[in-house]
Structures are given as structure tokens and as C-alpha cells.
């Protein structure tokens, strides 16, 4: 049972600074943001803690610019979006540790810009921790998407703070109980659909996942290694080639795609074709979504699961063009009750 401090365990004074750790690493085309759900699942955390009266300083990374400052990971998008969702005024730290935040006042909201651009962060160092220390009197996190890595603001800040002073928040809280669903493999059949760009980092729980589940579908960008660990030409297509070796070893307890939709291109494709995966593709083909007969094929699988486990979309869903196998999923649950930014958290490609 994994068992966290919540917000019923925190006593937050009117006017508190609450230092709050959300994954704002949405997929972004140039300054647009095109799928909200990691802001829009913060939402009763960030109005739980105003109700409450408290100040909130917004804290996220956003992409990997490896301690630079690059105009590209701005959370400038982030702030709009924000304050329009909320309709609230949402101020703005351009430097993190330079942030002046004892003017802040009950319900005030304040966001910081990207932590990444700060090397600190990712090396998960002290003095950067201290840093962001001094932002705020009580910390609060649900960056679920980001809780695997050891970074600064997730691991060495929450430290620095007095224990009661500390909590998840309501999203991080909700996807343990998920979590804790799967691990106890509570309903059958259990299906677990798994897509995404990367198989590295996620290596443990797909092993633990392959012993769970009672059937293992895989798609998106995590397909195509598997498929190239069988020997399936992929053509240009997105292989993690560090990931062979595990794809090689539990290759045979999944099921993978037996079509695929193809392109030369995914901004600009000229044609795009449906493949036999068993035919390989050529060397200018790439696969960017799963075939008309693996949706169908999924889709009879997931019509006699009792539990679904999701992480990551079938396909590059952020194109039309190659949304089938997302959507389809998606429309037969259209309020689904599933953990939500685990999904969304593994994008099809960054
Ligand atoms: C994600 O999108 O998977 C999380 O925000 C973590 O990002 P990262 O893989 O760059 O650490
Ligand atoms: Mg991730």
C-alpha cells in the first residue's frame, strides 16, 4: 500500500505561500498549445488550495533544454492558458530565484518560468533547492508525469521543508489509487495498452506490467521497437535502439501491431499508406499510427478487459492524419474514469 501525505494533512494559513510542482510539459506546436489535460488536471488542486487561501507559485519543466534558457521551452504559453482556464490574473517569474514572492497574497497565483533552464534542477542540487526554498512556506506536489526523476524541485526541495508542511496534491493522490489498482491487479481481465515514443525509464513497470496484466497491446513509437526487435524493417521510423535488448527479452509476452499507417513525412507527408507490419517498411517509410486491423484487433481486446491500464497514444494523435488509433480508443470511454495524465504523459514523440 503506498500511503503519501495528502491535502486533508495540511493545515495551510490564509496567505501561505504553497510552492506547487505540476508537470506543465504539454506538447506545444511553435506557441499552441495542443492538448491541455496536464494543465486542466491541476485544476482542483490549484482551487482546492485558493479556497483555502493560499498563495500559489507555480513550478514546472517544460521539454529538455538541458540548463539553457531557450525561448522554444518558455512556459510563456503555459501562463495564458492558465490564467484563461481559471479566469484569473496568473503573474510571472522570468527567473525563478529571483522571484519576489512576499508580495503574494491570499489566492494570488504566480508561475515560474521553466525550471530546466536552470542546470541545478536535473542534477537535483542543493543549492538550487535552497533557492526555491525561499519561495514559498508549504509544498505541494502533482507532477506525476516527472516523480521518477530525481530532480531538485521533486526530490532535494521537498526536503527542506518540515514534514506537515508537505503533501501531493489531488491529482498525485489519484493516480497512486490507479496505481495501486494495477498493482493488485484487482479486476480481470487486465489489459494493459501501452504507446508513447520511449521504452527507456519505463523499462521496469513494462516488466512488471508483462507478469500483471492478462494481455500487453502495444502501439505508437514503443511499437516499432519491438517490431525492429523482431527483425521488422522499420524504415525511418522513430527505434529506440538502446531499448533492443528488453524489447528483445519480453517481445514475446505482447502483442503488437499487425498494420501500420505510414509516411514519408509527418509534416508534409505526400502519401500516406497502411502497411502489413510482417511486410516491413521501406527505408523512406516511417509508421506514425497503428492499422485499421490492429485497431480492430485492440479494440476486441479491450471490450473484454474489466481493468485498462493506458499510458501513451497509439499513434502521433496530435496529426488528424494519424489520430485513428487514439480516438477510437477514446470515443468507446468518452468519460473515462481512467488515470488520465499518465496518458497524456507519454506523447508520442518530443
Ligand atoms: C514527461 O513528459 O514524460 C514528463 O514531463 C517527464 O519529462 P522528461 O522525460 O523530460 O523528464
Ligand atoms: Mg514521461
Known amino acids: 500500500m503506498i500511503r503519501i501525505r495528502t491535502l486533508d494533512n495540511l493545515s495551510v494559513p490564509r496567505g501561505a505561500r504553497v510552492f506547487y510542482r505540476v508537470d506543465y510539459n504539454v506538447p506545444l506546436e511553435g506557441t499552441r498549445i495542443t492538448d491541455t489535460t496536464r494543465i486542466d488536471e491541476t485544476i482542483p488542486t490549484i482551487r482546492r488550495l485558493r479556497d483555502a487561501g493560499a498563495a500559489l507559485v507555480l513550478a514546472s519543466h517544460l521539454g529538455r533544454p538541458k540548463g539553457e534558457r531557450k525561448e522554444k521551452y518558455s512556459l510563456k504559453p503555459v501562463r495564458e492558458q492558465l490564467a484563461a482556464t481559471l479566469g484569473a490574473d496568473v503573474q510571472w517569474a522570468d527567473d525563478c530565484l529571483a522571484a519576489d514572492t512576499s508580495p503574494l497574497r491570499a489566492g494570488d497565483l504566480l508561475l515560474l518560468e521553466n525550471l530546466r533552464f536552470y542546470a541545478g534542477e536535473e542534477k537535483n542540487d542543493g543549492a538550487f533547492a535552497a533557492g526555491l526554498r525561499k519561495l514559498a512556506d508549504f509544498y505541494v ?17 521537498p526536503r527542506l521543508f518540515p514534514r506537515e508542511n508537505t503533501a501531493g496534491g489531488l491529482l498525485l493522490g489519484r493516480e497512486l489509487d490507479f496505481l495501486q489498482k494495477v498493482t493488485n491487479a484487482s479486476e480481470r481481465p487486465f489489459v494493459a495498452l501501452l504507446g508513447g ?59 503488437l501491431p499487425v498494420d501500420l499507417v505510414v509516411a514519408d513525412d509527418l509534416d508534409a507527408p505526400q502519401k500516406i499508406y497502411t502497411v502489413d507490419a510482417d511486410a516491413g517498411l521501406a527505408p523512406e517509410q516511417k509508421a506514425f499510427d497503428i492499422g485499421p486491423r490492429t485497431i480492430a484487433a485492440y479494440d476486441a481486446e479491450l471490450k473484454k478487459a474489466r481493468m485498462v491500464f493506458w499510458n501513451g497514444p497509439m499513434g502521433v494523435f496530435e496529426k488528424e492524419a494519424f489520430a485513428k488509433g487514439r480516438w477510437r480508443w477514446r470515443a468507446r470511454w468518452p468519460r473515462p474514469t481512467r488515470s488520465r495524465s499518465w496518458a497524456a504523459a507519454s506523447r508520442s514523440r518530443r
Not at 141 to 157: E, K, P, V, Y
Not at 216 to 236: D, E
Open 141 to 157: 506536489n502533482d507532477a506525476f508525469g516527472a516523480c521518477h526523476r530525481a530532480h531538485a524541485s521533486i526530490d532535494a526541495l
Open 197 to 255: 515514443a520511449k521504452i527507456a525509464g519505463k523499462i521496469e513497470p513494462l516488466e512488471a506490467l508483462v507478469n500483471l496484466a492478462d494481455t500487453v497491446l502495444i502501439g505508437g513509437g514503443m511499437a516499432n521497437t519491438f517490431l525492429a526487435a523482431r527483425g521488422v524493417a522499420m524504415g525511418g521510423s522513430l527505434v529506440d535502439k538502446d531499448s533492443i535488448d528488453v524489447a528483445t527479452r519480453i517481445g514475446e509476452k505482447v502483442v
